[in-house]
């Protein structure tokens, strides 16, 4: 049970990191958002590391036995921020939360696929039917919006 709340925190988390990084992105650049993002990351994660040293079992030889595919997720981790920073602020958080999960679920279902030889008629159902009510409520909104009001709302 405790791991079905942390999911959940984790993923409140994932939304509010999305909105404060792409509203620093908006206010001083997305490269310049992005630096901030990992330099804070960074010094976080030695603070986390140094309150946790005595239970690390840490030393050079670990590094050297870890893939070097398994180094990417940090390239990974910019690549994705860096996105964000440039879509939230076009897209919106909900949509881009919405598609952002899409994505999850369809990489999810494809390395299951590749790995496990076995695919979820189910998963891939509940993908495509999140995806069609998000293009839909897309729909709606544009339609409910008219030019007038979308300019009020900036102003």
């Given at each position: 049970m405790i791991y079905i709340v942390f999911a959940f925190f984790t993923g409140c988390l994932t939304i509010i990191?999305?909105?404060i990084n792409s509203k620093l992105a908006?206010?001083?650049?997305?490269l310049q958002g992005i630096l901030i993002n990992y330099i804070v990351g960074l010094l976080f994660s030695i603070l986390f590391l140094l309150i946790?040293?005595?239970?690390?079992?840490?030393?050079?030889?670990?590094?050297?036995?870890?893939?070097?595919?398994?180094?990417?997720g940090g390239a990974i981790g910019v690549i994705g921020i860096s996105i964000n920073n440039?879509?939230?602020?076009?897209?919106?958080?909900?949509?881009?939360?919405?598609l952002i999960f899409i994505g999850q679920l369809f990489m999810g279902i494809t390395i299951d696929f590749f790995i496990g030889n076995s695919i979820s008629k189910g998963k891939i159902i509940g993908g495509l039917?999140?995806?069609?009510g998000m293009v839909y409520n897309s729909y709606i909104d544009k339609?409910?919006?008219?030019?007038?009001t979308i300019s009020e709302q900036i102003s």
């Open positions: 990191s999305m909105i908006m206010k001083i650049g997305a946790n040293l005595n239970s690390m079992v840490f030393s050079t030889e670990v590094l050297i036995h870890v893939p070097v595919w398994a180094y990417l440039i879509v939230v602020p076009k897209i919106g958080a909900i949509y881009a939360t919405l039917l999140i995806l069609g339609k409910q919006l008219s030019p007038l």
